[in-house]
């Protein structure tokens, strides 16, 4: 499976952003499919993410900002960003998980200006 992820990029805080994550290159099923984010000397931490029953987990840091959505069909994963503030400053990463194996995308970084 490849991850291809676009849609980061510079906004200034209270601003908006959508990232878009397409899934590639093989058939089989993806069980979730979301974002995670790092900044430099910190982990990897888990943003949203959406389960193929429609079940998503956010982090506590969104709280109620960011909205994560699926198309099944089309192997694809969105996030919208509301209200971005600068701690929100990352390498956002595309994260997809089948019954087998985890898959990362190339990162994609968001920078908010305060």
């Known amino acids: 499976v490849q991850l291809q992820a676009s849609g980061g990029g510079l906004v200034q805080a209270g601003g908006s952003l959508r990232l878009s994550c397409a899934a590639s290159?093989?058939?089989?099923?993806?069980?979730?499919m979301g974002w995670y984010r790092q900044t430099p000397g910190n982990q990897r931490e888990m943003v949203a993410v959406?389960?193929?029953?429609?079940?998503?987990r956010y982090a506590d840091f969104v709280k109620g900002r960011f909205t994560v959505s699926r198309d099944i069909p089309k192997s694809t994963a969105d996030l919208i960003m509301n209200n971005l503030d600068a701690e929100d400053t990352a390498v956002y990463y595309c994260?997809?998980?089948?019954?087998?194996?985890?898959?990362w995308g190339q990162g994609t970084l968001v920078t908010v200006s305060s």
């Open positions: 994260h997809a998980q089948t019954m087998l194996s985890t898959y």
């Open positions: 290159g093989s058939n089989v099923r993806i069980n979730v």
């Open positions: 959406a389960t193929n029953t429609g079940t998503t």
